[in-house]
């Protein structure tokens, strides 16, 4: 009886090749980009969850009040773990631990600079990171030891086994000797902590004495709380924590659960709001569009297909088959087809994989050998089967004989109600889909093309380490002999997000309500004129002028504002009980994702404390310009590898998941439309074979070719309008709520509504004029005779 299904069913796919050929290829690339979306999505919502214990893992965050604003980080005090273990009964394991800190590392004559940070033992109790080599209960516990990761140890010793081996480690201009202590199982891709090595949080802490005050944020604190802890009640707790010990503070501290830090880990106002989660949502939202956007055109294809079969199931009666054996015959196709494309679909996602990962900046896989994977795709196959073999199988089964054969052409007023309706919707998603990149498209440019208060075109970033930081006057001298170089200086300032900041300052008459935090960045001279930041007021830096680098600063134009909210003319302040003369006043600038409004920026003099490099450049010899800094480097600094980068790539990294999200949307979106007009394709070709007669009358009775078109068009032009008037309006109320995650960002233009609705509508249209142009220059004498 199977083999019979089987014979009855390839025959049927043989005879209709175009029908079968667009519900296979229709349906594979529904599959084939919902697969595709479902693993990314399925890997962003593991990351840190796949740990131990995870419901005991928090992160301490701080909010800190200035005035009506509140500003959270994950910044917290050097002491603060040390503290929390000793004095809260509810921490079971505490740990600080740094940001990741680029060192160079020096094994014979191998150097190789390595990411890590520098943890308390307990960060290991705490992710129980699995050791390859070494006892993890003695891992950083001296301040001579430093622990590896599989990788870290294969960089750099090509090999595993090296505990007890020595390594050199170079940060600025410091060199230590250390013995590798242990060696970790390289940690896996859902971490969002990842590292090459781990250096004791004891030695960072000796060298660096603001640490100990409770004033003072930097590292980043993570707890373990004993089993039956209440975390709310516990986070709770631990508001007042600081301020009990440090009267002066503003700050609330909070425990964060460490599974829903890196989707929901985004803070406005004191409120959480949702973070990478919204793309999450939005990308699943797209992976559903496109797959039912697939079943759509499979389901209507199939019940418009199916009328041409009533002659067949009349036949069967007559022969004796009952209404069982009919249902399973139909159904069974259906899910054939479902099976080929599934089939189709995992091919695609296998040869694909590797483009998609390199899009999404993954490293995932198909993952074959995953029961849930192939239960969840046999799921949709089902599914996706028997809704579209359900109008068949059951209701031309139930038909009576002598009805089947009196009307077997024709549909069902609620058949064809059903298939405009699937179609409607379907053009609803695919309008959704259109609007929506549109909005994205324009947002991520904006934020791309922006004038930035800088210019970071041409401008180069080199690190400076060894002797560049001891001789940086002598390299900057060496550099400004070369015509191609226009400025050289330095700062502590990368223009990539807050760095060092502070709320202590103060001015005459300063009102409590305007309390900021000052993002404080220590400049060389010339720093304005390599960055191209413009002075608005006052004058830069001045060699000649022996004040600018005790108390002269620049302000940004936030900054200024703020003072003289207070103080018309304000002209001093007060920084860390150090009074200041305010030099100048440069124009606003971005520094931070355009999420954020620009903050107010100090600049001090202070050259010692900088350890990033600024050449501006011009445009006509880059290669050979940057040849002659590597050279001169080189020469000045042999014990250390060049290191630079362009900032227009550095802020362009900054944007990363957004312009991920931009390129994917765009890409699915036209898969959207592929998929959308091969039904259309389908379904006018089937429309354009049932009005065969009327046409071949029309063209006797004189109709041209546009005015059959049009009978042919007409309904599917009014669909596909009622489409993106309904689909318009969900995108806009979708997009404005994705666009209140930035502070400066677009408005909702008018003419994303019409730019989508032409192209969807000429998509459209020429989809279904190319199939039924056919019919309207076929013979009238054959289109009558064919019925």
Known sequence: MLQNYLKIALRGFAKHKLTFFINLFGLSLGL????????????????NREFADLDRLYRVMEHQSYGADIFTTNSTPGILAESMKA??????YASTYTWSQTQLFIQGEKRIRLEGIYAMPDLLKIYQFEAVQGDPNRMLTENNHVVLTEKGAISLFGRTDVVGEDVEIRQGTDSKNFIVQGVLKDLPKSSSLQFDYLLPYSLFFAENDWLADWGNNGPSTILKLRDGTDGEAFSKSIAHYIADKNEESNVELFAYPLGDLYLYGQWKDGQAVEGRIKNVKLFAMIGVFVLIIACINFMNLSTAKSQKRAKEVGVRKVAGADKQSLVFQFLSESILISLFAAFLAVILVALTLPIFNSLTGKEMNVPFFSGIFWLQLMAVLLVTGLVAGSYPAFYLSATKVVSVFRSFTKAGKGVVIARKTLVLFQ???ATILIVSTLVVYQQISFAMNQDLGYS????????????????????????????????????????????????GVSWEGKDPENAALFEVIRVDYDFLKASGIQLVKGREFDRANGSDSITGTILNETAYQLMEQDHEGAEFFRMWDVERSITGVVKDFHFESFRQNVAPAIFLLDPENTWQGYVKVNTGKIRETVAFL??????????????????DENYARMYQEDVRLRDLAQYFSILTILISCLGLLGLSAHIAEQKTKEIGIRKVLGASTLSILQVINREFILIVLLSVTIGSGIAFWLMQDWLSGYEYKISFEWWFIPAAALLILGIALLTVCLQSLGAAKSNPVQAIKSE
Do not use: C, H
């Open 32 to 47: 084939w980009a919902a697969i595709l979306i479902g693993l990314w999505v399925d890997s962003e919502l593991k990351i």
């Open 87 to 92: 004095s809260l009964s509810e921490v079971e």
């Open 427 to 429: 053009f609803i998603l």
């Open 456 to 503: 970071k075109d041409q401008l180069i970033q080199i690190r400076l380490e060894g002797e560049l930081l001891d001789r940086f006057d002598i390299f900057k001298t060496e550099l400004e002999k070369n015509e191609d170089i226009i400025a050289v200086s330095r700062s502590s300032f990368g223009f990539q997000g807050r760095n060092s900041n502070t709320g």
């Open 630 to 647: 590597e050279a001169t480097a080189q020469r000045l600094n042999p014990e250390f590898p060049f290191d630079y980068s362009f900032m």
